[in-house]
């Protein structure tokens, strides 16, 4: 059992901050499913405080977006085992647009064996860090945050459309970089860092977006799976703020036909254990083949990882020449027509930037997707293609641009089965191959405007 005063110890400095002299009520045990989304149980902080673990059905992450149940054709998954979850205190942030004080705690998900369960998320990001490991080195990330501010909406066969902003108009796109532009959203943006600060998230920077309502939140770099847990809770933090000013906050790759899609562009760099010195720079501050050997390994083995970074039908219309979108593997230094890009940095920042994953994927997946395919690189010591200068939208279409062939190209990849376990590939698959029959028992708009009457 915990102690109500030993576990509130394990609480990190900004968590205890929150509860201060006041009475904390309730606890949000916590994991997050396939689509990212949090599951867990909510209870009084006292029953939480004489618990020291609670369980949940693995069934949890069969799940899909729409609520079904992936297909395995198979009765093994149907015992609905449970899974034993304990807290990661470490984890413990506010929720501080709960009516009452209250917690959230994300929870380490393992089987009844005490071996972790290999298709939880945050599992699969914790293995292959463990790989990163093994090898003596430590990656390093800092992802970017693209989301939109739109305007409620409660009818899905209706467009979503840009919201109104502060002077009572609705907003206007091409607007990348202005300041006026996020005034618009002032109340909103305010409730993010009030929010941000309760919860202990430090943000970077926030900036407009060329979207109508389009905003971009930079995290600072560091550990994959700590930066991973923060985009998971700042994606319910957006929402809970945007909902306060009847305003929906949405992480759709591509939610309007006529705006630029949304990314979660991954900033990496990886560490040596023991100088802790960047190993893709050397002692003269030159470039490394350990540079060269990540940058082949996300060319040769990201068509095989897309369904991870780019997961839903929609995802794909992202992939649009000249909408501020990569449709490449190409790499360049600074280059945003690129989907690898190398950013302005001084040579002990070096890094490269993955510019294909979309904001809809899973935090732990998309980022657990990018290293795996970097690692190969490093354990393969290939070279990749050589750099492209100019514009890489004339670049030769090397994407799977569906679901379909990207779930394909995923099931038939051995290499991204051995980094990100077998089971994990299983499960994965048929969650994605469920959505996408969900997907096309829809009929359309379209399909209703131009074939009802005409063909």
Known sequence: MNSPTKWHEKLPQAARDYIGTTRLDEVECIVSDMPGISRGKAMPANKFANSSKMYLPDSIFYQTITGGWADFESEDRFTDPDMVLTPDYATATAAPWAADTTLQIIHNVDDQKGNPVPFAPRNVLKHVVELYAKMGLTPVVAPELEFYLVAPNTDPTQPVEPPFGRSGRRVAASQGYSMSAI???GPIIDDIYDFAEAQGLE??????????????????????????????????????????????????????????????????????????????????????????????????YLPSAIAMIAPYVNSYRRYVPDHSAPVNLEWGRDNRTTGLRVPIAPPEARRIENRLAGMDCNPYLGIAASLACGYLGLKDGTEPRAELRGNAY??????????????????????????????????????????????????????????????
């Open 203 to 300: 943000i970077d920077t926030i900036i407009h977006e060329g979207g109508a309502g389009q905003i971009e939140i930079n995290l600072p770099h560091g550990d994959p799976i700590k930066l991973a847990d923060q985009v998971f809770y700042f994606k319910r933090l957006i929402r809970e703020a945007a909902l306060r000013h009847n305003c929906y906050a949405t992480f759709m790759a591509k939610p309007m036909q006529d705006q630029p899609g949304s990314a979660m562009h991954i900033h990496h760099s990886i560490l040596d254990n023991k100088t802790g010195a960047n190993v893709f720079t050397d002692a003269k501050g030159g470039e490394t083949p350990a540079f060269h050997h990540f940058i082949a390994g996300l060319q040769n």
């Open 394 to 455: 004339d670049a030769e279409d090397a994407l799977p641009r569906t679901l379909r062939d990207a779930l394909l190209r995923f099931e038939a990849s051995s290499e991204m089965a051995e980094i990100l376990t077998p089971a994990f590939c299983s499960v994965y698959a048929a969650v994605k191959w469920s959505e996408q029959d969900e997907f096309f028992q829809v009929i359309s708009p379209w399909e209703r405007e131009h074939l009802l009457v005409n063909v």
């Open 183 to 185: 005034d618009e959203f």
